[in-house]
């Protein structure tokens, strides 16, 4: 098993910056990528990045020039700096791991993101 431990987040006003960061730890030799998913109310949960041990990254259109994602692969820790943030960022926010061997996907428990107009 493996267990992702998520930090940061919070409220801010649009245009502010937010980072949020995450720990993994247990199994964790069996993650190929991590990162950032989050759900808004009403909204199916969605990818925002993520970024694989061989440095590939992956970004949301919504998201891209905004956001920025980051990786200790010795640590298996991941950080999302949000800047620009809008009113429609808010949204929890999750942290996940995925083993590609077995197709197993790990999850944080979120962290609510807030950005007031």
């Known amino acids: 098993q493996v267990q992702l431990v998520e930090s940061g987040g919070g409220l801010v006003q649009a245009g502010g910056s937010l980072r949020l960061s995450c720990a993994a730890s247990g199994s964790i030799f069996r993650i190929n990528s991590m990162g950032w998913f989050r759900q808004a109310p009403g909204k199916q949960r969605e990818l925002v990045a993520s970024?694989?041990?061989?440095?590939?990254?992956n970004y949301a259109d919504s998201v891209k020039g905004r956001f920025t994602i980051a990786r200790d692969n010795a640590r298996y820790t991941v950080n999302l700096q949000m800047n620009s943030l809008k009113p429609e960022d808010t949204a929890v926010y999750y942290c996940?791991?995925?083993?590609?061997?077995?197709?197993?996907?790990?999850w944080g428990k979120g962290t609510l993101v807030t950005v007031s107009s």
């Open positions: 970024k694989t041990n061989g440095g590939s990254t």
């Open positions: 996940h791991a995925h083993n590609e061997q077995y197709g197993l996907n790990y």
